[in-house]
Every structure is written in C-alpha cells, then in structure tokens.
C-alpha cells in the first residue's frame, strides 16, 4: 500500500520543493532560474506531497494584496495524471477555504480544465508568463 503525506513544508525542507521546481519549471519548461526563484518564498507557505518517503508534488501559498495566490505548483512527471495534484490541490483549498479571502492563480494554458474540475473560474485574458500562455483563476467556492 502507498503512503501519501503531505504537510506545510519548514524552513528545512524548502529545499526539496525548490529541487521539484527546478526539475519541473526550470528543466523541463525551460523557465530562467530568475523568474522561478524569485526570492518570495520567504513571505510563502510551501506545501509538499510524499509518496512513501520521496516528494513527488509541491505548490506555495503567498498572501497578496488581492488574496490567497497558489503558486508553483509542480508534480514531477513519472507522477502526473495519477490523482496526486488533485490531492495536493484539494488539500491546499481545504486548508485556505476558511480565510475569506480571494483564492487565486495564474494557470497555465494547459491545465486550465485541471483547475476548473476543482472550482476555479477564468478571470483574465489569456497572458504570457515565463514564456508560457496562462490565464488568471478564481476559487468559486460551492
């Protein structure tokens, strides 16, 4: 049987989100170390999601003036469209539903129906970031 965990990262293990980062969005989407490293998460919550004892999924939380964004969210690939960002991301909302505040992201073009299976909603036009087609979400509580 496999193990899934996943908790609010500590300072010690934000190394291992930023390790899946750099593989995801660094590596694979050819995203410059600048832009994904951008010194914010220090004002973030990162998340991590462990398949027995190896992290598979992160994302971060930072408070902005609009509300709650969700950021970076990454599964390495071996792992993806096997339920674990769902986990990750269903988590993450019950943990922040609560807040009363705007729950949003900026979702990449082709995860944009990923997000709307979980309650999110299109805000924006579609906008380039990183060199990648997103659009703005907004969390529409049920």
């Not at 390790?19 to 600048?34: D, G, T």
């Not at 991301?89 to 082709?110: P, T």
């Amino acid at each position: 049987m496999v193990k899934v965990l996943i908790f609010k990262a500590n300072s010690n293990q934000l190394e291992i989100a930023l390790a899946i980062r750099r593989k995801v969005f660094v590596e694979e989407q050819f995203v410059s170390e600048e832009l994904e490293f951008d010194g914010l998460d220090d004002v973030s919550e990162t998340y991590l999601l462990f398949i027995d004892d190896k992290a598979i999924a992160t994302t971060r939380l930072r408070p902005t003036d609009k509300g709650l964004k969700i950021e970076r969210f990454a599964v390495l690939q071996d792992y993806r469209n096997k339920g674990f960002g769902r986990m990750l991301l269903l988590f993450i909302l019950k943990e922040i539903s609560d807040f009363g505040k705007l729950i949003y992201l900026n979702a990449q073009e082709q995860v944009v129906e990923f997000y709307k299976n979980y309650g999110f909603e299109i805000c924006s036009n579609r906008f380039i970031e990183a060199g990648i087609p997103h659009f703005q979400m907004q969390y529409k509580k049920n």
